[in-house]
């Protein structure tokens, strides 16, 4: 049998009576141990240290995470280099959060990668779905990324959104649930620069 986390991460149904959770237990209370000196920290310097304990790898001198910041699990989360992260931001990470370079999320915003099935007998078992945002892109303040979902490079989630498919490359997507609403033409890309 694969281990838990290969499972989450891949997307498989995992019960919470799987006999293998208990090490989920123990990432989860490891993580809300620490949680409390990461979002206590009074400078960005200090915030990246807490963060590289809670994920178990550093986060590049480049990145900066603002607090409170909120994860249950946390050692599923990779982000890139020139990333800025707002104010209290939300990231459920069990199914894989990874944020490419130069990434800008605004404050408020979650990613959730974990899901549960529809039907009420399996519903206390877990599914997770990886969510990947691309180099460049923007997620405004308040918007939600469901599991799955992956955000094309240079793209922006509007405001408020809840993004519950795939953002292709160089779009525009607002609404609940998110739509297209512009593509992102280079000249525009060009002249803000």
Known sequence: MKDIFHRL???????????????VDEVVNR????SPSLNNSTSTDKIREKLGEIFGHPLDKSTT?????HTNFGQSIKIGKHVFINHACSFLDMGGI???????????VN???ENHPLLPS?????????ILIKQNAWIGAGATILPGVTIG???IVAAGAVVSRDVPANTVVGGVPAKMLKQIEFNDLNNNR
């Open 9 to 23: 991460r891949s997307g498989e149904l995992v019960h919470l009576h799987d006999p293998e959770f208990y090490r």
């Open 31 to 34: 993580t809300l141990a620490l």
């Open 65 to 69: 995470v603002f607090v409170p910041f």
């Open 98 to 108: 990874t944020i490419e370079d130069h990434v800008l999320i605004g404050p408020r």
């Open 111 to 113: 990613l959730v990668t």
């Open 122 to 130: 399996e519903r206390r078992g877990m599914l997770c779905q990886r």
């Open 153 to 155: 490079e240079n793209s």
